[in-house]
Each structure stands twice: as C-alpha cells, then as structure tokens.
C-alpha cells in the first residue's frame, strides 16, 4: 500500500490552528458551541462533563443541509468542498486539517481525506500517516467513529483531535488511570475495571519523531486490536477508536444512544 507524501511542514500547525481559529471566529465561520463543564468522579476516575447552553446554531445548520440536500438531489458533504475559512493545513497528498465547525472544546480539529471515503471503510496507512503527522506538533487525543451507530455524524471520512489537556485545570485523559492496571495478552490489554467490550496497546511517544514509521507500526496494532474485539477484515463495523502519543484503545459498538444520550469517541 502506498504510504503517501506529508506536505506539512514541522512545527508549523499549531500556528496554524492559533492563527486559523482567531480568523475563523471573527468572520463568522467557527460557531463555536458555549459550554460550561464540571468534573464527576467515579471509580477513581475524575470524569470532565460539558453542559451545552444550547444547540440552536448546529439544528439551523442541519435543517439548512437537509434543505439543499433536497433541492439539488444529493446528500450534502460540507467536506467536499470543505470552507475555505475553515482550512489550517494540508497534511498530507491523500488529507487536509480544518477547524470543527461546530466546536465544543478549543482547537478542535478534523482530519479529511482529499477524496470522498466512507466513514465505515477500515483505516488505512495514509489515515495513520496524517494522525502522526498532527500528534508530532502538539500533544492531543485523536480519535475515529466508524459509521452512524459509532456517533459519526458526516459519512465522508475523517479523524478528530483535540489538543492536551482537555480543560484550563490540566486534566488528561480521565480514563488514562484504568489503563495502567490493563491485563496483558500478547501484545494487547484489557483492563476489568471498563464495564464493556474493549481492548488496549501502548504505543511508543518517541514515534512522533517518524511519523512515517510511526504509522507503519500503529497499523498493525490497529488491526491486531481489530481481531482482538471480534471485528474482521471487513470494510464495515461500527467501533470507537482513540489514540494518543502513548496508547490507543478501540471499542466495538452495537448502538448508538444510551437511553436518550448520543454516544462517540
């Protein structure tokens, strides 16, 4: 398979997403979604919790959508073209990087192949490249939902990240804890204190040195991860997958709700 070109230049997208996001906001192309948070402890986990004030700019934008979607014929794609004001950089020949329009944490990002990808289609070497490519400018969680039942929202092809630590007071990964009693088979973990389907595998933070390899070597563990929680080589099934500099932890989904809360990554 072909790995691709990364056109990003180091130590450049942070910048980028600063300059980008300061731009966005001021020509009113970022709608950013106001929040006020708290934090839940449970089982030793220090969980953040976003309250919205209101979704009323994402239901105007989506009954906007649905409207030319039954004008022109055509499912809409705000990726394909994406908005110019919403464009940081070009990661890769095969992905570009732009703001989240409908933004709930600072500096979130997508990360979109060029060309129109199912969101259902296995991830792939290119995918990997331009995540590593992100995750060795700045420190950030990214992460991947597979299809409709896994909580994506667009059908076209794209990872997210939001940069670290999650909230003003530092806070990490809330789950980052459970993770370091993970019980070890081969090459992958499980930790008991998750309550669901799951499995688990560091990853070495000196790789965003070599993005390149870096993705090389997180595509096999990937798929490794893959089989682990039943999932085949097919091009569909619905999971969850994150991903940090250190680790990355896959979740198979059978639905999308829990009760009446919308469920991803």
Known sequence: MAQGKILLKPGTLWTSV????????QCGALLSIPTEFEFVEQDGVRFLVRILSNLNRKKAAKKKQEKQSATSGEEFNPFLPYEEDLF?????????????????????????????????????????????????????????????TAGASQRHKHLQLVPQPLAPSGLQIPIEALLTSAQFQNSNATSA?????????????????SPLAAAQETLEIYHTLRHAVGLDDKQSG?????????WMLI???????????????
């Open 18 to 25: 600063k300059e980008r996001t300061e731009y966005a906001l």
């Open 88 to 148: 940081v950089a070009d990661i890769s020949d095969t992905h570009v990087c732009i703001l989240n329009k409908f933004n709930v944490v600072d500096y979130h990002l997508l990360i979109i192949t060029r060309g129109f990808e199912e969101q259902e289609s296995l991830l792939t070497l290119e995918d990997f490249t331009a995540m590593w490519a992100c995750l060795a400018d700045f420190d950030g969680l990214a992460f991947y939902n597979s299809g409709k």
């Open 193 to 209: 204190k998750l309550p669901f389907v799951h499995a688990f595998a560091p990853l070495n933070s000196n790789w965003v040195r």
């Open 238 to 246: 619905a999971y969850n997958l994150l991903a940090t500099r250190e």
């Open 251 to 265: 979740v198979p989904r059978s639905q999308e709700h829990f009760q009446s809360i919308s469920v991803n990554s």
